[in-house]
């Protein structure tokens, strides 16, 4: 009986350190976030043209870095405005795109991955379903091209 005590002794007194610890290190984890925030990482024009034409602004895809409300990690989403500067719809970091209702509400377009370079084939894949431009041609001169652009501070809008 002697020998178990110190035993039991011990072993109490290993649990109690065993959760102090696991009460420091939650310090160094993030707390959730007590609101939503937003911010706007770049800005890029899209433009269409068809054959030899003229280029036509179509929007502006905005590239967003969203915090929701009670999340610890920042996601990447995209926000498509019309040319009016108005919301038309978005795009997730999974690659759905989405556009908005008159209703107020949203319909899934598509789903398209989403490379980390925005230039890449199945992105603008994604926004030709999205603005309904026709994918394939056989014609050369009758060809739709879809092209995102750096915003010029200077000379755009």
């Known amino acids: 009986m002697n020998r178990i005590v110190p035993v039991l002794v ?31 990482l770049d800005r890029k024009k899209i433009l269409y043209w068809q ?13 967003n870095e969203v915090l929701l409300e ?13 040319a009016h500067f108005e919301p038309v719809g978005f795009i997730t ?11 107020g509400g949203r319909s899934l377009v598509g789903e398209y991955p989403i490379e980390d370079d925005p230039k890449q084939g199945m ?5 030709k379903v999205f603005f309904g431009i026709p ?3 056989e014609d050369v001169l009758q060809k739709h ?7 010029d501070p200077y000379r755009d809008f």
């Open 123 to 127: 992105f603008l894949t994604g926004l």
């Open 70 to 82: 009670g999340s610890r990690t920042r996601r990447e989403q995209y926000r498509i405005l019309d």
């Open 10 to 40: 011990l072993l109490s007194a290993c649990s109690e350190s065993m959760h102090w610890r696991s009460e420091e290190f939650s310090s160094y984890y993030r707390t959730p976030s007590p609101r939503q925030e937003s911010g706007n």
């Open 145 to 151: 091209y879809l092209a995102l652009e750096e915003i």
């Open 135 to 137: 994918l394939r041609e």
């Open 93 to 103: 970091a999974e690659g759905r795109f989405y556009r908005f209702e008159d209703q």
């Open 51 to 63: 054959g030899r034409g003229a280029k036509k602004l179509l929007g502006i895809l905005e590239r």
